[in-house]
């Protein structure tokens, strides 16, 4: 399987999709459409880490990325992207995120980062 979509914690408050090796565009958008369903179900706020553990496949990140993001449920909060992509990825995202007024999402290199970063409170 091209990625792995668990619950990153036993109290479902944070969801991690890492994207392996021999993933494709419509396998990310695909995926992510489906976790965003199951999140915006729930009754509580959810944060997600998003690996991207491989380089990025051929095809329009920026369309791909894009979509994904304005599908997000109201009740997505943090989303953290574990970056081993490369920096097309970052500019990417930031670019995105900029145009859009978004703040973030936050980069980092690990799960275990990510981990970290979301133990934080949140102060908005």
Known sequence: MPFVSEWDN???TVYRIEF???WDWDTF???VLAVYR???ERDHNVDIIVGFMSPLPKGDALHNLTYAGSKQPP???RTVFINQAGALLTAIVHTIATS???DGPK???SVEEARYYLEEPVTW
């Open 107 to 109: 980069f980092v290199e």
């Open 10 to 12: 036993e109290a479902q």
């Open 100 to 102: 859009r007024g978004y």
């Open 20 to 22: 392996t090796d021999k």
């Open 38 to 40: 199951m999140i915006g």
């Open 75 to 77: 009740n997505l909060k």
């Open 29 to 31: 958008t695909s995926e």
